[in-house]
């Protein structure tokens, strides 16, 4: 299974306040460049949300010490004291869910927490769940492929 | 694999040092380490050091020069292994920024070797606050130099007995010895060579990197030049360095922000642009097989042809479904180009690893082409088996592809069979022949020791032991200054000839490759043009070694719009990437002058050193024949049409009614003049005298006129030396 934090982009109103939450969180400011959800302005009232919808997991193939990991819950997290900051998971994410800040060592990126959820007024965040795919499990199956034998 | 514990090592002696944080990319002091007194210290770097010789292949080169003596041989205690980092080194965001720079002086060449190389060990020593590591002295017994980068350690062990010795055992039991535990494995990296390299000239270090998914440990190599012979002449095993704690920004670069957008920036290019342009990231650099046979430049049967129908066979298509897919596979951090593919679960079919599965490290396209077509080998089975078993034994890929298809030309040309070969079979394509070459080089059997000794040795070898022709001889042991060159066919390109023979160390490809530029799209025709390109693309590419970068994401990843630029094959783009690195890793400016200038000093520096080892003579800078045209009328034959165009167009004669020996006579004889010509250009434009020595002037003008180096090149020009 995949906990994830599912977007409904048409009910959201663009107040913010998940930004603003998921960087006080985490970062302890209120900063849009330093949190996990994002919340870009469509034209004609609308807006685009982005968040990492845990299924891709093109990062965890990618990290080169494999630092991104999948918790038991099925949420891609980055374990910071392994990172060595290469921006390789930033480069690869399609969505731009995988950020980073200038001058900061270490990647970000939502782990579904559903903090911002509590804080949407329009019902816009959903803390959610869906089944494994043949894509999220690739990075797995890739590195199974090549393992050694005698470890099999 | 053995398992050992650390208390099966004796601790001989060890040394304590301050670890030292690195500031804006560079340590500012080198470890020195001699294996024959046990004795570990620590060098200052001063700030006129790091201005004349920037890093990595610098510092090497420098530390080397002090360290020897012009009368120094290869095997002499003081001759040393000197791996050097350079300031970029280690940072994790710019892809090919883990690359060491090897330096020693040669057992094939006599003068001294760079060779460059990616693995974690560079960037972990580094770590410990070092900018390089000297290895001097010889051991009496087998020892294992450790260095533990965060402890600020450094220990010389005894080896215990049972310990491996072929690279895919030995390194990976010692990395599990130097391990604290097993989340440890990837913070170890151990330099080593392996049984073949105890016996021939020939070989590699091997430089490990421990790869978390495929839980084992994969090798990248120091190839050229013989520095595995080296190593073990003094009775090192192993060389074994420790860092936990790699971070983004351990360079503690001036403007780390922009260290990350640059990266970033070229990983975004490589993950949009590498599948449509050199797929990098699925084939590594075997990409190259079709392309190469394609135009006509896949060495064949000893570089005798450039192409062969069978070409697709052994084409990157080929390669792409054997290597393991969806890996990160870098040679370091960061290298999202990750070119450094591996076969996995490969089973072996001959020598005393028959019968089991192993993990083979490439092959890349100097190995697919050396081991493949050149032996007109077609069987990826055998292409695999020769990788595996050069990599574990140290060997060489590429100088053993070399020498190996000089004995198959030998054999065919009847001057080798059984009786002088202990048996051996050496026919076109036999690639079980050619593995048992290589067992027979790892057990040190007499035809294993004397073919490691390399086709310079083996050509005298024939004429004085079998009464070879030495005319053909000389012809067709494809080498410069002793190290075979590597797997590109010059015939068709007179600059990329300059590229191979002009060069310091010998025909390695890494100087100079215009062979597209010149034969392909004929964009330096006259000789100016092409000195001109012999001048700047190996300062070019010689300042990656300072840097302790790889050349690979310069241009084997472009810009979409990279074509719109004037001098689209200098990647400018890239090139301003560089300096921007540069400047945001040492806050110093950068601009082409002075990146040029950098590599000058180091370039000058090092063609002094040859001379003051008593080479560096415009003679030594001729390629044997038939790395500029065809030796044989069969040669001639099979490009008749090009050949006799040539003669019609370019030598202005017409070849009708001539016989094929008198055209062979006439196309060697321009092609001669021609290289003669093109040698003069070169030295003109580089600043050196006809005869290839640095004038004072230049160096003056360089910033490389250290009174040492004068003193050479003094006595050089006075004929004293
Ligand atoms: S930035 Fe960190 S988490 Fe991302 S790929 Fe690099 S090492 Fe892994
Ligand atoms: S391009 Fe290949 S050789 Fe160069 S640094 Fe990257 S993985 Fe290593």
New binding site residues.
Partial sequence: MIKYLKLHEDRCVGCGNCVATCSRTYFKKEDPAHARIQVFPAGSGKFHLVACDQECRKCVAECPVQAITVTAQGVVMINKNLCVGCLACVAVCPTGAMRYYPGEPVPFKCIACGECVKTCPANALEIAEKEDSPMSRLPFEAAAAAAKETLK | MKAFNKSDFKLVAEFKFEPKPIHRGYAMRTLYVNVGDKVAKEKPVSEDTKKRFTGGKGFGLRLLWDATKPSTRWNDPENEIVIGMGPIAGNTNY??S??SLVVSLSPMTDVPIDSNV?GYFGPYLKFGGWDALELQGKSERETIVFIDSNEGLVQFYEEPAGLDQDTHLLAEELTHVFAKDAKDLQAVSVVSAGRGADHAPMSVLNFSLYDKRRQGVRVKQAGRGGIGHVLRDKKIRAVVCRFSGVKQNLNDAADPAAVQRLGLKLHREIVVNDDKQCK?RSTGTAHLMEVMNDYDLLPTKNHKYGQDPRGPEVASWVWEKLFSQNLP????YG?T????HAVDHFLLETGPYKGTKVCVDGPEYETAAGVGPNLYVYDPQGILELNFYCDTYGIDTISFGTMCSFLMECWELGILNKERTDGIELTWGNWQAACQVLHDMADGKPFGVLAGKGVKFLADYFVKEYGADPKVMKDIALHGKGLEQSEYISKESLAQQGGYYMTNKGPQHDEAWLIFMDMVNNRIPTFENKAEALHYFPMFRTWFGLQGL?K??WNDIEPADNSKWAEPNKVPEHVQNYYELYTAITGEPLDWDSLIRQSERVYNFQRVFNIRQGHGHRVEDWPPYRAMGPVFEDEYLAREERYDKQMKEKIGVDPAGKSTAEKVKITREYRLKQYDSLLDAVFKRRGWTPDGCPTPEHLKAIGMDLPEVLEVVNARMAGKA
């Fill in positions: 892809p090919g883990g690359k990616g990098m596979d870098g040679c370091w290298c180009l990750a070119c450094a790889c690979l994401p």
